[in-house]
């Protein structure tokens, strides 16, 4: 993966609450979630995450300084929350076309909250051990940015672009909200309860397989000025955000967590079903391709 060192990076697009102390009034959110995981609320409202268990210990990610993004500091791609405020830039360049090109519905963008330790949500207080997730109440992605050194210490998803597909998926679940798609699924979970494990699988699984769409048109997306965002995106790429989406399903985790592997509590999929829908994203890079719902197993 290379960026462009002439891509102007939008920091409009990010909201920095690091070392805002963060705050926990409010209703508590139960239960693990984020980037592995989606949370479930107390109506059943989503907030996509990407693994549902608790990861996260503390708050290495510091305050930071979104003001160092400047074109007129060399360094800048070198600093963790810049890049990743220029994937934020390109996910959403690549929304803004594709959504009303596939589903004919403008992309409404959404804002990333960097925060630390704790953040109050439009869906209650959240902390870092949640991991990434949206909130579709409010329309926003929240990401501690420390969860990428347990990504790969724990994890062992160590390579760069585990990063961009972090917050890929995390946009996915906003292209569910935009489209409807998240409503729909809390509707029929609340009727149909028993099954409320497999729609979650289903949505995560879909939100795995819409960034893997990104991925495939992540070079043709660009900046204000049309400068493009990324030079490069190799297939050594590709297989780290493979290896991202398969170290977090959730067959993985529980056999990490020291106990069996129990198929009732998959919330996202296994290992090779979420490996297999993002390919199936990247592969086609049509979100067309992304339906889930009729059948969890990524086409052949």
Not at 79 to 104: F, G, H, M
Request: proline residues 4%; aromatic residues 8%; contains cysteine.
């Amino acid at each position: 993966m290379s960026l462009n060192e002439n891509a102007d990076i939008d920091t409009s697009q990010v909201t920095d609450a690091r070392g805002s102390g963060g705050g926990l009034g409010g209703m508590r959110l139960p239960g693990g979630g984020g980037l592995v995981g989606t949370l479930i609320v107390v109506a059943l409202l989503i907030i996509g995450g990407i693994t549902g268990v608790n990861v996260l210990g503390g708050d290495d990610s510091g305050g930071g300084d979104l003001t160092q993004c400047s074109t007129a500091n060399p360094d800048r791609l070198n600093q963790r929350d810049c890049r990743n405020a220029l994937y934020v830039n390109s996910i959403q360049a690549y929304w803004t076309k594709a959504l009303p090109e596939v589903y004919a519905k403008q992309y409404q963008e959404a804002d990333t909250v960097f925060f630390s330790n704790a953040v109050n949500t439009g869906c209650g207080a959240a902390e870092s051990g949640m991991g990434p997730f949206y909130c579709p109440l409010d329309h926003l992605v929240y990401i501690d940015l420390s969860f990428y050194d347990e990504l790969a210490n724990r994890f062992g998803a160590k390579g760069e672009f585990a990063q961009p597909y972090v917050l890929a998926h995390e946009y996915g679940h906003h292209v569910q909200s935009l489209l409807g798609t998240e409503a729909q699924v809390r509707r029929q979970q609340q009727r149909d309860p028993e099954n409320a494990n497999e729609l979650s699988v289903m949505m995560e699984l879909q939100a795995d397989c819409y960034a893997g769409a990104w991925a495939k048109h992540a070079t043709e997306t660009t900046d204000a000025s049309g400068h493009p965002i990324f030079k490069s995106v190799t297939q050594q790429d590709v297989d780290q955000a493979l290896d991202a989406a398969a170290s977090i399903g959730d067959d993985v985790i529980q056999k990490k967590a020291g106990g069996p592997v129990n198929e009732s509590k998959f919330t996202h999929g296994t290992a090779a079903q979420r490996k297999g829908w993002f390919a199936a994203g990247y592969n086609t890079g049509d979100p067309r391709r992304c339906d889930t719902f009729s059948g969890v197993n990524p086409p052949a």
